[in-house]
């Protein structure tokens, strides 16, 4: 089993000098990798649904919680690290342009020598920020698809060129190219359209919340439909609270849990302080690094 530390980008780790020392302490632990979230902006008075709370609220005081943008963040913690993996949980792809996107990330790549980055990707729920940014909600879906088939076009080809209905280019060259000139793309999010993007074109997936098995099979399906091998897609799950449960996940495929540094998301924090990741890494990594 892999541990992840997710919610690492918050709170007081949103500094310079916490952060290097979380990031240096997880690595040190044995964490395989460290997770970012990301809004750009988060609109007073919101009204669209939070959809991991049953008030569909963020939560007291979150409106304004700094959330430093989560691939500066990584780029940041990744100079002070060797081999700890960078995630993204999750970039709201849509949000964003592709192809700078692409550059971005296929530069944190290379910068931290190849093979670390994780590309964890959502659609968002947040219409207001969506508004702000001056892109179209309603067809956050298609358009999420069709970026990450123009990314991989840009990160694989030596002249990248793409035709679709929201991007489209013509033998570009987009350098530095990714190690292994590709990226590896998890799909985040807790619904049905989540887990069948997961299946037909993700490299992994990560729900936010629980173990949903119904989840798990509708992306298994979709990627039996798309002619892919559903064990090729490795899961990710948070961490339980109950330890127990660790070598029941590993059975039902899952390959990692990602443990709370934060509480701001909604989930108790499993770890606080870079001396509580390292206990945890003697006392909870070690004991499962077989399962």
């Known amino acids: ?129 969506f508004a702000t940014l001056g892109v179209p909600f309603g067809d956050r879906g298609p358009r999420t698809d069709e970026y990450v088939a123009a990314m991989r076009a840009l990160w694989s080809q030596e002249r990248a060129s793409f035709k679709g209905k929201y991007v489209s280019f013509t033998e570009v060259f987009c350098r530095p190219l990714p190690v292994e000139c590709r990226i590896p793309i998890v799909v985040g999010g807790d619904t049905q359209a989540a887990a069948r993007r997961a299946g037909r074109l993700g490299d992994g997936y990560f729900p936010a919340r629980g173990v949903p098995t119904e989840l798990f099979d509708e992306m298994r399906c979709a990627a039996e439909q798309a002619g892919r091998n559903p064990a090729d897609i490795e899961l990710t799950v948070a961490a339980p609270v109950d330890l127990a449960e660790i070598e029941a996940l590993a059975k039902r495929g899952v390959s990692r849990v990602a443990v709370p540094v934060s509480a701001a998301a909604g989930l108790p924090a499993q770890v606080k302080t870079p001396d509580d990741v390292l206990r945890y890494g003697r006392d909870v990594i070690a004991r499962f690094a077989d399962v």
Not at 74 to 97: D, E, H, M
């Open 1 to 129: 089993m892999k541990f992840g530390l997710r919610y690492a980008s918050l709170g007081r780790y949103s500094n310079g000098p916490a952060a290097v020392e979380l990031a240096q302490a997880a690595e040190a632990a044995g964490f395989d990798s460290i997770w970012t979230v990301e809004h750009v902006v988060v609109p007073h008075g919101y009204q669209s649904r939070y959809p991991y709370s049953e008030s569909g609220r963020m939560g007291s005081g979150l409106e304004d919680f700094p959330i430093p943008d989560p691939l500066i963040w990584l780029a940041y913690v990744a100079s002070a690290t060797r081999t700890i993996k960078l995630g993204t949980a999750i970039v709201i792809l849509p949000q964003r342009n592709p192809v700078i996107t692409a550059k971005a990330v296929a530069t944190l790549d290379h910068l931290a020598g190849g093979r670390r980055v994780l590309l964890g990707i959502g659609v968002g729920w947040l219409a207001e920020e």
